[in-house]
């Protein structure tokens, strides 16, 4: 997988992402719960594309978001979105590569929602995330569909640009290696991963 075809795959969708965007809020609720996302935290939000769980994110009661895609179209598409929230300080929209990505302060929450097929490396994500947290903070991947879902919908358009949805067990597995593994779900609905940061 070639990183700048996933780059100009999303540049090109970014204009009409959010078109008939599917939002449940019963099963983002459930996978925010699992982040740990509440009252005073700071998120870094992997993958944001046009700002899909921005608001969730707020009204869950964080205190910050940093929201982050290497696709300069998708920021261009959501930076408008949220104008008030980016001028009251609570919001910064990053158009840069996670995994090259290093602030100079770390996070209490980080989500990569939607996105997990489209990194090759799960194991050097998950190692590069795990080190942005603070001590306690929660590291969470999650896709808001079953795992059968997810790989029949990348084995369309977006064969060439993702990577299979391993599955949750392995997914876990990695994330033992630098968390402590907090939930695994995999089901009809949805699939997630957690573990905190010690």
């Known amino acids: 997988m070639n990183k700048q075809d996933v780059i100009a795959f999303f540049d090109m969708l970014a204009p009409t992402w959010d078109v008939g965007m599917v939002h449940n809020d019963r099963i983002i609720g459930t996978i925010l719960a ?57 919001l910064e929209l990053v158009c840069a590569d996670v995994e090259d990505y290093c602030p100079g302060n770390r996070f209490d929450c980080i989500l990569v929602y939607n996105a997990f097929p489209h990194f090759p490396d799960g194991d050097r994500l998950i190692a590069h995330l795990s080190s942005l947290l603070v001590p306690g903070g929660t590291l969470s991947v999650a896709h808001g569909m079953s795992r059968d879902a997810i790989n029949a919908h990348h084995s369309g358009s ?22 402590k593994v907090t939930a695994v779900i995999s089901n009809a609905e949805m699939y997630q991963v957690a573990g905190v940061f010690t």
Not at 158 to 179: H, N, P, Q, R, W
Request: aromatic share 8%; net charge negative; hydrophobic share 40%.
């Open 34 to 90: 699992n982040a740990n996302v509440r009252g005073g935290v700071s998120v870094l939000d992997v993958a944001c594309g046009t700002g899909v769980l921005i608001p969730d994110y707020f009204k869950a009661g964080a205190e910050h978001v940093t929201a982050i895609d290497f696709s300069s179209e998708m920021i261009k598409t959501a930076r408008p979105k949220f104008t008030g929230e980016i001028n009251s300080g609570r």
């Open 158 to 179: 977006a064969k060439d640009i993702s990577v299979g949805l391993m599955s949750e067990t392995g997914l876990a597995e990695i994330f033992a290696k630098y968390l």
